[in-house]
Nanobody, 116 residues
Framework: QVQLVESGGGLVQPGGSLRLSCVAS????????MGWYRQAPGKQRELVAG???????KYADSVKGRFTISRDNAKMTVFLQMNTLKPEDTAVYYC??????????WGQGTQVTVSS
């Protein structure tokens, strides 16, 4: 059983930056492609970035050039560096397996609020 704990969210002004972390516990994670997702109020959860076990990455068009996903397999941690944040980035952010694999149990997420 893999457990996921996200952290690093907060309140930031437009144009600011945040770095999110997702720490996993469990032995399977190291070979899994992982993703960062977000869910804004009244909207469906969406994938914003993904990374394979070898480090290949993919991004949603809405965050391309602003967000960077990375991972530290030894520390079982996935990161999301978010730069040039916009109000529309406001959401609860979660990590989990990349789509196509059965998701792990969802963590509590971390709230990101972009507002002046």
């Amino acid at each position: 059983q893999v457990q996921l704990v996200e952290s690093g969210g907060g309140l930031v002004q437009p144009g600011g930056s945040l770095r999110l972390s997702c720490v996993a516990s469990g032995s399977i994670w190291g070979i899994a492609a992982m993703g960062w997702y977000r869910q804004a109020p009244g909207k469906q959860r969406e994938l914003v970035a993904g990374i394979t076990s070898s480090g290949s990455t993919k991004y949603a068009d809405s965050v391309k050039g602003r967000f960077t996903i990375s991972r530290d397999n030894a520390k079982m941690t996935v990161f999301l560096q978010m730069n040039t944040l916009k109000p529309e980035d406001t959401a609860v952010y979660y990590c989990n397996q990349y789509p196509g694999a059965r998701p792990y149990a969802w963590g509590q997420g971390t709230q990101v609020t972009v507002s002046s």
